[in-house]
């Protein structure tokens, strides 16, 4: 045991009086020094006498330094320092509860009726000094408005909150909203700030953890500033911040500027007694549980208690337990583990259960069999998996490790070298621990992009090291990754297993939308299943992200509302945070979206649509009888160019509500062996994170044509069409994602791609000659111009050519449209009319025709009779299949 005296750092001035709140109406107490058991009868049977009991709503000090400073006004000085440990109650709560300043009270959070979780693990009691202020009676105060307080509820310090709640409720204030606190007081006169003795003697021992890594002068420092005040230590203390580790024993949290928290076990040995006390002695014992035999609650430890620091402790050690939950069986880990791990993300996804039961199986095997785990993590950036790892290390009791490798040190190989040492070298300080190497493929590059072997090599041995050795305490390291080819076989070869982590299909995001959201009101106009659908493409951390825009578009809506917790999120703060972070990131404006195209921008091709109704919209549109599992996997839309092809696709997506992801065959073909392959799963890859789905394949005779038949070298063409052929085979299984192709030439396409199963719907759009489709296409087209007189457009119709398509009538309108504003545009410069932005241009008959007389349709007739002969053959193709 290394003994520091730290008297001489902490200084050796006399000893301070206890920090005392004064009250009129605190009452005085008088014990006979002598008196051992009654003394300790007042502050031992914590649950034996009941008190008064109370439940209230509470709020969480979020200003605390105003705050407390402005509480502080209330109290003579010494000012008191220990506001972590305090509850701030109102004058009229205190004559309910007969409390007064500096009382004592045991404080419980109340499970909420739809709380599942809490029948698993009960919510910490907590003991907390009470300071009676009415300094927020008046809630129209600007002080109040600034501090966001009022008088109804009971104030809490941060810290209070975070040791009351539960190890899942770790990451944020939304918890409070509708949730109550019990207050039980105690009868006890003594029961009393004021009565609190102090120690006369306290070890420390300093908790390991990967950040607990700095030199002995500053843990000094850090002491030494941290008693500089009489500190209220209270034992039972159930720190719940540190890797979900039930310390059960009274410990410091000191939370240092640059690092990040270092916490400080004490283990008191002997309490001096206070000005009318008996003298007391307690022998403490090191190591956990020993404070169940504790007969104080709480001590004083300051600048005249004699500290010494005492050995390092491993945070599981202490909790006296070799395994961390022994009897939680791997069933029920998955089945009731909501407490903790509902926070996990994609929770439900096959990845995340494999790895929950590999690390539970570990935890379930003797630990000096214990096998190391070594996992690579395929994943997109932002899926969320720092906080899986968070999670599970929450819920297995084990630090987290947390290492960037984009922000280790790559200016020199060797310096890159020394850091991963010396990362691994400290790894076995801080078991059980969770590593996590985010973005590993950077060791595999040097900062110029070319191969580095040698830390590739450093981080091999060091995990070799690492994983050989029997600790006793579990280590499982995790990497990740955005794709498996950016890491070097060398490095893949150092990970027991590789994960491939999916995006979050529409389910998940409805799912991580509701846990983002939490306890904030939804109006009725938000719809999750539609949002769901509207933020395909979007990672873990874009959900996030949203959610919170919303909130704060919410936020400032209800500026004046007091309760801000409580603000209802409205379908409009939704909009204008989906806006506002697709202008944020300009990668979600590449994501599929629901095209703008709706059936009345068809104009004609009314079989066509029957048959999609019939085939896609109906089945999906009543997915209860089971009717979406016939539904086809692909239709094959062709006919010539121009005939609306594209536009069909786009309408379908919108009527049902699809996605839509559009891909020209030849942008997919790729010079470089493998890459046009690797283009296609990428497409398939992305539909699938944005399903539901449509994926429209224009110009699909480019990008699969006849194998065999293509003069290629290599067969790269073929390789292509086999790996189409293998995408929309799995496609079959989905039930979101729809596959869309359009050509002119089906007699080009490879047979294997129009059997059953693949595009086995062929719907031919061709050239509708009638004059009452030409004039519903024309009506389609022009229903946002301005037109002099609608009753022109028939007679315009009259006069075109049959064999006119969708597009030439688009050229023929946009043409009329050019027409008119250049005749607007002479009349402005002969002075006959003046310029108005906001006017719209108004076309006449005189436009069209015009435009129609320079007009020159696309297909010829001959071309048109053998689009005719592609129809018979391939619409008698489909009745056969
Ligand atoms: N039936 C229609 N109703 C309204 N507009 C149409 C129709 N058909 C085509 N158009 C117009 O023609 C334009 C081009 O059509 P689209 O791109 O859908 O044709 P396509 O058959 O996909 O052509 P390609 O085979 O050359 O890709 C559309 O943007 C639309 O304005």
């Given at each position: 045991m290394a003994e520091l005296n730290l008297m001489s750092l902490l200084g050796l001035s006399g000893a301070r009086d206890f920090p005392t709140l004064t009250s009129a109406s605190q009452s005085t107490s008088t014990i006979n020094p002598g008196d051992k058991t009654k003394q300790a009868r007042h502050f031992t049977t914590i649950n034996d006498v009941l008190g008064i009991s109370c439940t209230v709503s509470f709020s969480v000090v979020k200003n605390v330094e105003k705050f407390f400073s402005v509480v502080c006004e209330s109290f003579s000085k010494p000012s008191f320092e220990d506001w972590p440990s305090c509850v701030i109650i109102n004058g009229k709560l205190s004559s309910q509860l007969r409390v007064h300043n500096g009382d004592l009270v045991q404080m419980q959070l109340e499970p909420r009726e739809h709380d599942h979780s809490s029948s698993i693990i009960d919510f910490p009691n907590h003991f907390a000094v009470v300071a009676v202020s009415d300094q927020f009676a008046y809630e129209t105060s600007s002080l109040a408005e600034e501090l966001e307080l009022d008088s109804k509820h009971v104030h809490i310090h941060p810290l209070l909150w975070f040791n009351l709640k539960k190890p899942c409720h770790y990451n944020n204030h939304s918890c409070v909203a509708n949730t109550k606190m019990k207050i039980v007081t105690r009868p006890s006169q003594h029961f009393q700030l004021k009565n609190v003795p102090y120690a006369s003697k306290a070890a420390i021992s300093l908790v390991l953890s990967p950040h607990n890594n700095l030199s002995n002068d500053k843990y000094d420092y850090l002491l030494k500033q941290y008693f500089s005040t009489p500190r209220l230590i209270l034992f039972y203390f159930y720190w719940q911040g540190f890797r979900r580790e039930f310390l059960h024993s009274n410990a410091v949290l000191i939370i240092d500027n640059y690092t990040s928290i270092i916490i400080f076990i004490i283990n008191v040995f002997q309490i001096r007694p206070g000005p009318d006390l008996a003298g007391f002695e307690i022998q403490k014992p090191a190591g956990a549980g020993a404070g169940a035999d504790f007969s104080y609650h709480f001590t004083y430890v300051r600048k005249n208690t004699h500290i010494y620091v005492d050995r390092r402790l491993n945070p599981a050690t202490k909790s006296g337990r070799g395994r961390i939950r022994p009897d939680l069986k791997k069933s029920r880990i998955l089945a009731g583990a909501g407490a903790e791990l509902r926070c996990i993300p994609n929770f439900k996804s096959l990845t995340v259960e494999l790895l929950v039961i590999i690390i539970s199986d570990m935890h379930e095997r003797d630990i000096q069999q214990h096998i190391p785990s070594s996992f690579l993590l395929v994943s997109p950036a932002g899926s969320g998996v720092p906080q899986l790892c968070t999670a599970l290390a929450s819920h297995y009791n084990m630090h987290l490790y947390n290492v960037n490798c984009d922000m280790l040190?790559?200016?020199?190989p060797s310096a890159l070298e020394l850091k991963l040492k010396h990362i691994f070298h400290s790894i076995p300080k801080c078991l059980p621990c969770l590593v996590l190497f985010e973005n590993v493929d950077t060791l595999t590059n040097d900062k110029d992009g070319n191969e580095d072997r040698r830390s590739a090599s450093t981080f091999s041995e060091c995990m070799h090291e690492l994983m050989s050795k029997p600790y006793g305490w579990p280590v499982v390291v995790m990497a990740t990754t955005p794709?498996?080819?950016?890491?070097s076989l060398l490095l893949q070869k150092c990970f027991m297993k590789i994960f491939t982590f999916d995006p979050p299909s529409q389910t998940q995001r409805r799912n991580f939308l509701k846990l983002f959201i939490g306890d904030t009101l939804l109006s009725e106009d938000v719809d999750l299943k539609t949002l769901s659908m509207q933020t395909g493409g979007f990672t873990f951390d874009a959900l996030c992200i949203l959610v919170n825009l919303a909130k704060e578009q919410a936020f400032y809506r209800n500026k004046k509302m007091v309760e801000k917790a409580n603000c209802a999120l409205l379908q409009v703060d939704v909009e204008r945070a989906l806006n506002q972070l697709k202008k944020l990131n300009v990668n979600f404006i590449d994501a599929p979206k629901i095209p703008n195209?709706?059936?009345?921008?068809?104009?004609?091709l009314d079989d066509v649509k029957r048959d999609v109704i019939d085939t896609i919209q109906l089945p999906l549109n009543h997915t209860d009888n089971n009717a979406n599992k016939t539904t086809p996997t692909g239709i094959l839309l062709f006919g010539?160019?121009?005939?609306?092809k594209t536009l069909m696709a786009k309408a379908i997506a919108n009527e049902c509500s699809l996605n839509f992801l559009s891909v020209k065959?030849?942008?997919?073909?790729?010079?470089?062996?493998?890459q046009s392959e690797e283009n296609i799963r990428e497409v398939f890859r992305k539909a699938r994170q944005s399903s539901p789905c449509v994926i429209f394949f224009d110009e699909l005779d480019s990008l699969a044509p006849n194998r065999g038949r293509t003069a290629d070298s290599g067969g790269v063409m073929d390789r292509v069409v086999s790996q189409l052929l293998a995408e929309l085979d799995g496609t079959t299984k989905s039930t979101d994602l729809f596959v869309i192709g359009a050509t002119n030439r089906p007699d080009l396409i490879d047979p294997a791609l129009l059997r059953p199963g693949r595009f086995d719907k062929m719907l031919y759009l061709g050239v509708d000659s009638s004059r009452e489709t030409q004039l519903k296409i024309i009506n389609a087209l022009t229903n946002k111009f301005q037109i002099e007189d609608r009753g022109c457009l028939q007679r315009i119709v009259d006069k075109c050519?049959?064999?006119?398509t969708g597009a030439d009538f688009y050229a023929l309108c946009s043409d009329a449209l050019i027409s008119a504003t250049r005749r607007i545009i002479s009349k402005i410069e002969a002075g006959q009319a003046t310029l108005d932005v906001h006017a719209d241009v108004v076309v006449t008959e005189d436009d069209f025709n015009e435009a129609l007389h320079q007009f020159k349709p696309s297909l010829s007739l001959k071309e048109l009779i053998r689009y005719e002969e592609l129809k018979e053959q391939f619409c008698s193709f489909n009745k056969a299949s």
């Open positions: 040190d790559n200016q020199s794709s498996i080819q950016s890491v195209v709706t059936w009345a921008d068809v104009g004609g010539p160019p121009g005939t609306g065959g030849p942008e997919l073909l790729n010079m470089y062996v493998g050519p049959r064999q006119m």
